[in-house]
């Protein structure tokens, strides 16, 4: 497993004005922002603009907080951000929005003939950009072929993944494992998993929860946790620490599973949406712990398999 940051070449990290285009919100949860505030760090040159919607259960306050300038969209109408990266100026567009396709891209570049385009891209599909990134363990560049323009920058696998500065901090250190398991199933818990997967777990076990103000649900989760000795973080910038300090950890086989995979954390990954089936097959094929959705009988072998006690 690689231990070092994405190779994210200066040329690329010095253009004036770069923008990312992502969403957030209860329906889609919050890793396209996370990963993107992470990417941006690397643009440390950069005018650094960010677009997106303001959808309900949205973490567009975690962009002010980073100190990025924030433009908020109506629509993902190819017009309104075409006006806007007019308007602004734009040199690099980041896409990580499963809504804009390889049409919208192209035309994008045609509106925009000096615009360079990154896109992010976990799932195979064809992209019209400069460079694509997937970032996930699983990645492979040759799957590409035929997917991207011949002169599109390929970045894929481990050496790309986006993981924060506390990742390689807590990799270096050793701490107490405080708890036998720790509980991340999206910061939006679109499926409502949670207390779902609390109620199976043994109350013997030491267990801590990390969920966000994302979650539609987490009201109902605060009153499940607050009849028990669960712990739960919400909103937490330590999730690195969380994860060294767990013996086990039960995941959706997203973004998280790239940072457990890092961590080197055993796990049990449930598929929550369609966009994980590649993280979900690849965790599958190395002999992970998975389960293609939540079903009690199949967590409960899952969780026998673990040897979690």
């Given at each position: 497993m690689a231990n070092f940051k994405g190779n994210y070449s200066k040329k690329n990290a010095t253009m004036s004005t770069v923008m990312f285009r992502a969403d957030s919100s209860s329906i889609m949860g919050t890793g396209h922002i996370m990963r993107d505030l992470v990417l941006a760090e690397q643009y440390s040159d950069a005018k650094i603009v960010f677009a997106t919607q303001e959808l309900a259960g949205?973490?567009?306050?975690k962009i002010k907080e980073a100190g990025y300038n924030l433009e908020i969209l109506k629509s993902n109408d190819f017009?309104?951000?075409?006006?806007?990266?007019?308007?602004?100026?734009i040199n690099v567009m980041v896409i990580d929005h499963y809504e804009i396709d390889y049409?919208?891209?192209?035309?994008?570049?045609?509106?925009?003939q000096k615009l360079k385009i990154l896109s992010f891209d976990g799932s195979y599909?064809?992209?019209?950009?400069?460079?694509?990134l997937n970032h996930n363990i699983y990645a492979e560049a040759k799957r590409y072929k035929d997917l991207v323009p011949k002169e599109c920058e390929l970045r894929c696998g481990s050496e790309y993944t986006l993981l924060r500065d506390e990742f390689y901090k807590e990799k270096e250190?050793?701490?107490e494992k405080k708890y036998d398991i720790l509980v991340v199933i999206g910061g939006a818990d679109t499926l409502n998993l949670n207390i779902k997967i609390l109620a199976l777990l043994p109350n013997t076990l030491k267990v801590v929860v990390v969920t966000t103000t994302a979650n539609k649900y987490l009201?109902?989760?605060?009153?499940?946790?607050?009849?028990?000795?669960?712990?739960?973080h919400i909103n937490s910038s330590k999730i690195a620490k969380l994860m060294n300090e767990s013996k086990?950890?039960?995941?959706?086989?997203?973004?998280?599973?790239?940072?457990?995979?890092?961590?080197?954390?055993?796990?049990?990954?449930?598929?929550?949406?369609?966009?994980?089936?590649?993280m979900y097959q690849f965790l599958k094929s190395k002999g992970y712990l998975v389960l293609e959705k939540f079903e009690k009988e199949k967590f409960e072998v899952a969780l026998k398999k673990s040897n979690i006690k």
């Open positions: 949205n973490i567009n306050h017009q309104e951000l075409d006006h806007l990266v007019k308007k602004l100026k049409e919208f891209e192209k035309r994008l570049k045609l509106e925009n599909k064809k992209h019209y950009c400069d460079i694509l250190r050793e701490r009201s109902e989760l605060q009153d499940y946790v607050s009849e028990t000795k669960i712990i739960l086990f950890a039960i995941i959706t086989p997203s973004v998280t599973a790239n940072e457990a995979y890092f961590m080197e954390l055993d796990f049990i990954a449930i598929k929550t949406a369609k966009n994980q089936e590649e």
